[in-house]
Structures are given as C-alpha cells and as structure tokens.
C-alpha cells in the first residue's frame, strides 16, 4: 500500500512540471533539464536587454553557485527578420561559449577553480522564435528589460521580478527552497 500512495504521489509531482519544460531544447539541441532535482534560474531576454543581462548576470550566477542552479536564458526572436533567426541562433550559441568562458574567469578571480563540467551541463540558451514564454510573462514584443524567475527543484515558480532590481529576493528564495529540499532529503534518509 505504501508503494501505491509513494508512486501516486511521484505521479502528481510528474503532472506539476509545466509541460514547457518536459519538451524544451536549447540552441545546441541538449533537453533542458527543468524540474529534474535542481532549482532554476530563468532569465527572459532580447536583444535589447542583452547588455544589461552581461553587466548583472555573471556575478549573480556566481553569487548563487552553492545552490547549484540551472541556469536557463529564453532569448526571444520575435523582433528578429525571419531570414535573420539562423543568423541569431548562431550568435546564441556563440554567446553560450563566451559565458561559460566568462564564469570560467569569474570563478578565478575568486580564487577558485571553475567547475567546467558542471558549467556546461549547467548553462542554457534556448532561441524562442515565437516568443510563447515571453508572453506567458507578460512580456511583449520589444521588452526592455530583463525579467526573471525561479524555479523549485520539481519547476515549480518560486519568485519572479525584474532583474536585476529582485535578484537579492530571486536568490533569497532560491536559498530557501533549496535548504527547504536538504531538510526534507534529511528527514526522507533518516528514516
């Protein structure tokens, strides 16, 4: 009975993940791993917030590393000519080396040695051509700022705000929910 009740409630921890996630691929064709036992990042960009996104969001990241997040980054291409999207997801995959290397300098500078592995299995970009998640945001055509969200371990939202303005609750409630899922793991081992 005990394994019915266990796997009836794995069963309705499976229909939470929102569906987005169980499909999504970034832009090198890798399954982004959202609601698979890490909590996630998600940032939601264009080009018109990709500076922004570079001043703020490596040392963020950085900041956030005991948690050991995914970090998911929806570039949206709805105000790219459609001839120029191939072009786009060039310069996002192009964009996703120059991050990992840029992490990689970051985790120096402190005096440690980059994680590269876990960098990269860590770091992803997906190239929205339709903008869906971008509007499931609210955000239109155009936006000028970055927004961005935080996903539990099982994907569900757990703080969203513009960033980087909310990045100290953003990492606040990342902490949290992550300390909240070591309690519960040490509780469930214990027994």
């Known amino acids: 009975m005990k394994k019915v009740a266990v796997l009836a409630c794995l069963l309705g921890l499976l229909g939470a993940i929102p569906a987005q996630a169980a499909e999504l691929k970034d832009v ?4 982004v791993p959202v609601g698979k036992g890490r909590p996630t990042l998600v940032l939601y960009a264009n080009r018109g917030s990709r500076e922004e996104l570079r001043q703020h969001a490596y040392s963020f990241i950085y900041d956030l590393r ?18 120029f999207k191939g072009m786009a ?5 192009k ?3 120059e991050s990992i290397e840029h992490m990689k300098n970051i985790f120096r500078q402190h005096g440690e040695s980059p994680p590269s592995s ?8 997906v190239a929205d051509s339709k903008g869906e998640p971008h509007q499931s945001m ?5 936006f000028d700022r970055v927004v961005a ?3 539990s371990p ?3 939202e757990v703080a969203r705000g513009p960033f980087p303005e909310s990045a100290r609750r953003l990492g606040e409630s990342m902490a949290s929910n992550s300390e909240d899922l070591s309690t519960f793991r040490i509780v469930d081992m214990s027994r």
């Open 149 to 151: 969200q935080v996903l």
């Open 138 to 142: 609210g955000l239109k055509k155009g």
């Open 66 to 83: 005991a948690e050991r997040p995914i970090v998911l980054i929806h570039v949206d291409l709805r105000d790219v000519p459609g001839l």
């Open 95 to 97: 964009s996703h080396r």
């Open 89 to 93: 997801r060039g310069e996002i995959k």
């Open 118 to 125: 876990e960098l990269e299995e860590s770091l992803f970009m």
């Open 154 to 156: 099982s994907g569900q």
């Open 28 to 31: 090198f064709g890798r399954e």
